[in-house]
């Protein structure tokens, strides 16, 4: 079982056994604002999935520049690059001959 499938059932799992024992609601206060009453798991988790988001819509712009970038040098590496030829390797066929 790849090791990866495991650490996902083991994060869901702990997932799962944290929304079942922060179940109680909470009132959320934000800027002098109450919201509805929550569950605090929810509250947390909602929260971890916003600064996920953040986190990945701040890195995207250089996530996009080295893209093309690598892109940029491929091409320039294609143009500048010489032919490379590989030897012909003689078969059993040949080598019988």
């Known amino acids: 079982m ?4 495991v650490l ?6 702990l997932v799962a056994i944290f ?4 179940s109680a609601p909470v009132a959320v206060r934000f ?3 109450t ?5 605090l798991a929810a509250v947390i988790v909602g929260l971890f999935a ?14 996009l520049h080295y ?3 690598m892109r940029e040098l491929e091409r320039e ?15 059993e066929k040949d080598a019988k001959s």
């Open 35 to 39: 919201f509805a009453e929550v569950p």
């Open 77 to 91: 590496l294609a143009k500048h690059a010489p032919k490379i030829i590989v030897p012909h390797e003689p078969s």
């Open 19 to 22: 929304a079942l024992e922060n």
């Open 8 to 13: 996902f059932a083991l994060l869901a799992f």
């Open 31 to 33: 800027l002098g604002v």
């Open 50 to 63: 916003l600064g996920i988001t953040m986190g990945v819509l701040f890195s995207l712009p250089k996530i």
């Open 67 to 69: 893209g093309g970038r």
């Open 2 to 5: 790849p090791i990866k499938l």
